[in-house]
């Protein structure tokens, strides 16, 4: 587990703690900050788990370096089933999570952005099992809305 300190600092390095970043470390205020870990070729790599009797994904707000596709391992260490429906280009992810177990899913999110994830079984969402896949970097100039440079406050 990481110190408030801890989890404070590594949100305003990776700029989540701010109005207009969207503010995940106020919304998400439970649970840890993870990152994926890349392979050769850009492939990166993580693992989500539900440890017991806490009903947060550990971490709640995982971080992405960059776009592209990440194996996502999943484990359920409750003594509930639960499950977890999952962003995707395309086409969303869902799986099951019985007891005990734990899945695997290969995500593909080619862009930056914020893409949120849960477990839409019973009221699992209402009592806090939603997180966050954070992926950084810029939106390709192709991406961005033509428009001139709106005033600030």
Known sequence: MTSIQERTDL?????????????????????NIGQASEGAGGRMQATIRINPDELTWDPSILVLPHGGEIDLELINDDRNTHCAL????????FIWLVN??????????????????????????GRGLTGAIVVLGD???EARLDRPQQPRP
């Open 100 to 125: 005990h177990s734990r899945g695997r899913a290969t995500l593909d999110l080619d862009g930056p952005g914020y893409y949120w994830f849960s477990s839409p079984t019973g009221n699992d969402e």
């Open 11 to 31: 949100l305003n390095k990776i700029g989540l703690d701010a109005q207009n970043k969207a503010a995940l470390g106020s919304v998400l205020g439970t649970g």
């Open 139 to 141: 939106a390709p100039p």
């Open 86 to 93: 999952l962003p995707s280009n395309g086409d969303r992810k």
